[in-house]
């Protein structure tokens, strides 16, 4: 076994599955995306509007629809009298209902003003200013649509099966990594894969969902995380036994790993529940006030708790015991819940002035904690939730005029902070220092890699076989670690990976069932891309270096369990996600 023979087949054969990985791993991410592309509804109208006077069929493509004289409303009116922003349409499970949105006419059904919310039905009359609209089914008023080619969804099953065949390939180059054979990571992969088809079953035969892609690309990126730390060997404790090649049960020299899988379910649960809890929009209303008052009673905690307990300058744990919880990662679900939930209406900024002061009190919390890289996070997150529920580039050029003010204040009263931006762009001068370690490590390191990675378990930045693992190398630094063992080729697979969720969500945008859907979603999404920019260009020195993780990949169990959070803001936009749940009632 030990013969140089063998150890160079070994070696072969590890290093054509360095190959394959990153290849498989490709055509999953590109099939999930086609397949959800294809199994998205057609823009087909699902209702239309009548113009009495003309008798111009108009189709109404969405759930929610704004109606006015603005070029940016849904249904344009060609009407002077009608206000730009007049009234909206929306479907809910009752039926339709038609709102007023503050317009200088008021909205009248059958001559009738609206006052609030409104049922509509087939055959009413809408008058906007001088214009009168009939709702009529699409049966009774059909409208010629182009013919589009249609393209068949990928099997669920199939895709899955792929995701588990790329972590079992991660799998054997574990068990091989630092030259020798161990069984340790084997109990993480069969965990992962009961996890995930756990998951597949209970998603495809318990709820009747007929999509499975975006939890496929999450269960692909956690495995890949999770096997990329199974890799990592600690190091054994003084005067402990090295365990045998099929020992299993190693916990203490895996602590990390099944810690990552143990958030992972976590977080899949999480993901469930949400998904339960997000399907009455009543009840997302009715919810928001509790859940907003719970961040800010979290933060306080933290606060407390954290006090003369700070991590490398930030005091954003809770330490209970041997486990340690960051209670931000938990609030990021809070944020856009509250965000997304405070929107009255299409085309209006109520209640704005509410989400503003719970954003303040979430940033001057990072603030006291001194955790700068979160708080950009949770900033950015504002901004995507404030334009896409106000529309106004006015109240975005505010409130980047207040983080201009803040950055300002953060400089002055906290000058320690100057420090971190010393070696930025300038790392090269401080290869040894602490402003420039661990970046020139990872550009050091990360491009020894080349194409296809030096193997699991034997990259420097993580201790390799007998070297001194830099610090953070499997959270903060964890792209650098995947990019010198895995790859460039799988690094920059796992980047595209995250970035298609903002095209996920985008294209749900027009399709969700509520424009709470809709600004979740992408603002979910819109957060993971940028933390995701934050962590790969702060280790590389394009960006200073904010200490957040790579979601999906980076060791900490709170941002795994929060990340799959996320993923359910992203979930709930397609508007499968609940339909299919309908039907099977319905039957």
């Not at 054994?236 to 203490?252: T, V, W």
């Not at 905690?301 to 041997?322: C, E, F």
Request: glycine share 8%; aromatic share 10%.
């Amino acid at each position: 076994m030990d013969s140089p023979a063998v150890q160079g087949v070994i070696t072969g054969v590890l290093f054509i599955l360095r190959i394959i990985t990153p290849l498989l791993s490709l055509v999953v991410v590109a099939r999930c995306f086609l397949s959800f592309k294809a199994g998205q509804r057609k823009e087909e109208p699902v209702i239309v509007l009548e113009d009495v006077v003309s008798k111009t069929r108009i189709p109404v493509l969405y759930w929610e629809n704004s109606l006015g004289r603005s070029k940016s409303c849904d249904i344009v009116l060609p009407d002077n009298t009608a206000s730009r922003d007049h009234a909206v349409l929306m479907r809910r499970e009752s039926g339709w209902v038609v709102t007023d949105t503050d317009s200088k006419s008021g909205t009248r059904i059958n001559g009738k003003k609206v006052t609030k919310d409104a049922p509509v039905f087939p055959g009413d009359v809408l008058n906007m200013g001088s214009t009168s609209l009939m709702l009529k089914r699409v049966t009774d008023a059909p409208i010629r649509t182009p013919k589009r080619r249609v393209r068949r969804a990928a099997n669920p099953t199939g895709l899955l099966l792929l995701t588990t065949f790329i972590h079992l390939l991660l799998l054997v180059q574990s068990c091989f990594s630092g030259g020798q054979f161990s069984a340790l990571p084997v109990l993480p992969f069969v965990l992962v894969t009961v996890i995930e088809w756990g998951m597949f079953f209970y998603s495809t035969r318990g709820l009747n969902h007929v999509s499975f892609e975006l939890e496929t690309i999450g269960f692909l990126l956690s495995g890949i995380g999770i096997m990329l730390l199974s890799g990592t060997r600690a190091a054994l404790p003084e005067g402990a036994e090295a365990p045998g090649p099929m020992d299993i049960f190693n916990f203490s020299l895996m602590k990390t790993t099944y810690m990552q899988v143990i958030t992972l379910l976590l977080g899949v649960l999480i993901f469930c529940f949400l998904i339960w809890f997000m399907n009455d929009l009543e009840r997302v209303m009715k919810f928001r006030t509790f859940i907003a008052i719970g961040a800010i009673l979290l933060f306080a905690a933290n606060l407390a708790l954290a006090r003369g307990n700070a991590s490398h300058g930030a005091g954003n744990w809770i330490y209970i015991g041997p486990i340690s919880i960051q209670p931000s990662e938990f609030i990021k679900i809070a944020f856009v819940f509250v965000g997304a939930s405070t929107l009255d209406r299409l085309q209006t900024a109520r209640n704005l002035t509410g989400f503003i002061l719970f954003s303040a009190a979430c940033l001057g919390c990072l603030f006291l904690m001194n955790d700068f890289g979160t708080a950009c996070i949770f900033f950015v997150t504002f901004l995507l939730v404030a334009f896409m529920r106000s529309g106004s580039v006015r109240t975005v050029a505010l409130a980047i005029a207040a983080a201009v003010l803040g950055l300002f204040l953060i400089l002055t009263f906290r000058p320690h902070v100057v420090s971190r931006f010393e070696g930025w762009r300038h790392v090269w001068e401080y290869t040894n220092d602490s402003q420039g370690y661990q970046q020139t490590r990872v550009l050091s390191y990360g491009s020894s890699g080349g194409l296809f990675g030096v193997g699991l378990g034997e990259g420097a930045l993580a201790g390799g076989k007998s070297g001194k693992p830099v610090f953070a190398a499997t959270s903060d630094l964890v792209f650098g670690m995947a990019w010198e063992e895995l790859g460039l080729l799988m690094a920059v697979i796992i980047v595209a990976a995250i970035a298609l969720l903002v095209f996920y969500a985008r294209s749900d945008a027009t399709k969700s069932r509520s424009t709470f859907y809709s600004i979740s979603a992408c603002s979910a999404a819109g957060l993971l891309l940028f933390q995701t920019c934050l962590n790969i260009f702060g280790a590389t020195d394009v960006l200073p270096l904010t200490g957040v993780t790579l979601p999906f990949i980076s060791a900490g169990g709170s941002s795994m369990a929060a990340v799959w959070g996320l993923l359910a803001f992203i979930k709930a936009s397609d508007e499968r996600t609940y339909a299919a749940r309908r039907s099977k009632k319905n039957r």
